[in-house]
């Protein structure tokens, strides 16, 4: 009997080390498979964020040539109009000229076909060379600015045929720019879905925010910014506009209403790009009552900026964007940007922090 104990002791002692090896043998190799898994993982994820940081800096490029390219064939048509409008009323003074030379011709020809030139009627003879005499120099006098216009006209037709030809040149390269700024901004949208099913809650604790509002103010002041430092300044050197026009509404000065702005109102070309006036998070993409489709971003050192009429929004909430990056296009029907600069719960003027185009 002993001797049977002893054989299942023995038995147990060196099973159990071996039994403890083989669940250890398969422990590390989990581990190692964990580790091997979070090893690729974080690959992944780093390969990501590259290719989600060259997607921002390719948007940063392209978007500018779109927007300069934007502007160009705008002030090349502007000119086209203008020079339209000058050839209208060339050709309304000319018309009318016509008709100076008509009457002129029209006298000449009366007088010649009603020669009078008896010399016992010195009176009528007078006269009637008084009137050949005049209607002639008149006739002169209409023909030299008829070829004066004639000439002008050949010249303002030359140049609307330059413009034109601008215009047309700018067609294939603009079509290829636009084509790949809204390639590379279906990537960063395919990029941001992620982030985008992760902003439910959020979205709509920010639509029970925008329904709460009476003012924009509120609206910017709610969404929050980022922490406030020492240093007020936003940047060393002044930003860009978040879109490209002409300021008609300055900081302090009365609104339609009455009201002292607390903004800029910048009038610009319908369906204009808007960028990112400085790297910053989107804090709100939404629609907010009477200011339209309205984009508010968080910068450094506790400054907001609220961005609105915009007729699309190419943003998701929270989401992080470079300076000069698109984050839409502004409303065809509302071409008029109110751009507002906040830092913690104060206005601040604009022209502080912007370039005064």
């Known amino acids: 009997m002993k001797r049977i104990v002893f054989i299942f002791s023995l038995l147990f002692v060196c099973a ?41 800096k390719e948007l940063v490029r392209a978007a500018d040539k779109v927007s300069s390219l934007e502007d160009k064939r705008s002030e090349l048509a502007k000119k ?44 009528d003879y007078v006269l009637m060379s008084a009137v050949l ?21 050949e010249k303002i037709r030359d140049a609307r045929a330059v413009e034109k030809e601008k215009l047309d040149r700018t067609a294939k390269r603009y079509n290829r720019e636009k084509s790949e700024l809204d390639k590379l901004l279906k990537t960063r949208n395919a990029q941001n879905e992620k982030l985008k099913s992760q902003q439910s809650a959020l979205q709509k604790k920010l ?34 506009l978040p879109v490209r026009g002409r300021i008609v509404v300055r900081f302090g000065e009365k609104t339609a209403l009455g009201l002292k702005s607390d903004g800029w109102r910048i009038r610009t070309r319908g369906d204009a790009l808007v960028l990112a006036p400085a790297d910053g998070v989107v804090k709100f993409a939404d ?52 751009l507002e600069v906040r830092r913690g719960n104060s206005a601040v003027d604009p022209a502080r922090l912007f370039k005064d185009e």
């Open 287 to 338: 629609s907010f009552r009477g200011f339209g489709r309205v984009v508010i971003m968080s910068h450094k050192n506790g400054y907001n900026t609220v961005m609105t009429n915009l007729g699309n929004i190419d943003v998701a909430l929270e989401q992080e964007v470079l300076a000069g990056e698109p984050v839409g296009r502004m409303n065809p029907d509302k071409p008029e940007m109110y």
């Open 80 to 123: 086209i109009a203008e020079l339209d409008s000058q050839l209208e009323k060339m050709t309304t003074d000319m018309q009318k000229n016509q008709a100076i030379v008509s009457d002129s011709v029209a006298s000449i020809l009366f007088v010649a076909s009603h020669p009078n030139f008896d010399t016992e009627n010195m009176r």
């Open 133 to 153: 005499s005049g209607a002639a120099d008149r006739l002169n006098e209409q023909i030299q600015v008829a070829e004066q216009q004639i000439q002008d006209l």
């Open 16 to 56: 159990g080390p071996v039994m403890g090896g083989s669940e250890l043998s398969k422990i590390n190799a989990q581990i190692k498979q964990t580790e091997q898994q979070n090893k690729k993982l974080e690959q992944q994820l780093i390969t990501s964020d590259r290719e989600v940081s060259k997607t921002k």
């Open 207 to 240: 639509r029970e925010l925008s329904a709460r509002a009476k003012s924009i103010s509120e609206l910017s002041a709610g969404v929050g910014s980022s922490e406030m430092s020492a240093d007020s300044r936003f940047s060393k050197r002044k930003l860009n």
